[in-house]
């Protein structure tokens, strides 16, 4: 659906994007995850034709944007960050004026209806949209991102200045649309990606540093895994043991104490899962464990540590074997 091959923006000598590539396919999420001024916008501008490239090309279902614009423009629905709103009218009649602007051919009452229902914004079409609250203002934005039935939906920090529940609203409005559309989420909210997007596309100083599906993004960490383990046991002893579970690499008691268990941090090297081991280790000795969670594999961290991995910057080491 989207193809985007050896991208390049620069200004003067700085490199907005140096040569980026990747691929979408039909009915993806993907979201584009960076810092700021790490080239997601710019990305997204090539992408919906609002700039040029330096050299590469943008492809939207196998028509370059740059050779045939308007062609390519009319498989897009783009939300940019402030949604393009006309204040003094009414949802209504912006709707009717975006469906004049894009030249849309299909049946315009019962597209506009379906496009108000999915949106759920029935019950504010007839009011102005400066009189809306700022979670309807962002409906009516990519309601009119979906005039025209586009198949690409491109959304540019889609919940910036929303509240809790205006926020899980918009998430789930985007994955129901992802049903139908190929969708590209451009935000610097981790959480964001996470809880929408099945594959994310990180890009740091215009490069991009991984491209991988959210539930495997731990995988391009070159490190072992981190876990916390409470264990009912004789402290020392349970230490010592853990410590020589093959794969383990470090053992370190937190000095957190409920009752007679105690917690540690035990990470593993790379590329060996060890919480088996620890189990097969704990019941054989009848151990209780009351508590085991991996750390340092949400989303937040891991983007953490590929950005600074990508920037040069050696990791904190955080875990080491404790002193007795």
Known sequence: MVKVEHLVKRYGQNYALNDISFEIGEGEIVGLLGPNGAGKSTTMNILTGYLSSTSGTATIDGINMLEHPIEAKSMIGFLPEQPPLYQDMTVEEYLNFVYELKGCKLEKEAHLEEIINVVKISDVKKRLIK??????KQRVGIAQALVGDPKLIVFDEPTVGLDPKQILEIRNLIRTLSKNHTVILSTHILAEVQAVCERVIIINQGKIIADEKTSELTKVIEDGYQYEIKIAGPQREVESALEKIRGVKSVTATGER???SYA?????????????????????RSWAILGLMPIGTDLETIFIRLVDRASGIEPERKSRRSAH
């Open 258 to 260: 409920d009752l007679d």
């Open 264 to 284: 540690y941090i035990v990470e593993s090297e790379k590329g060996i899962d060890v919480r088996k081991p620890m189990f097969n280790l704990c019941a054989a």
């Open 131 to 136: 009189n809306l609250s700022k979670g309807y």
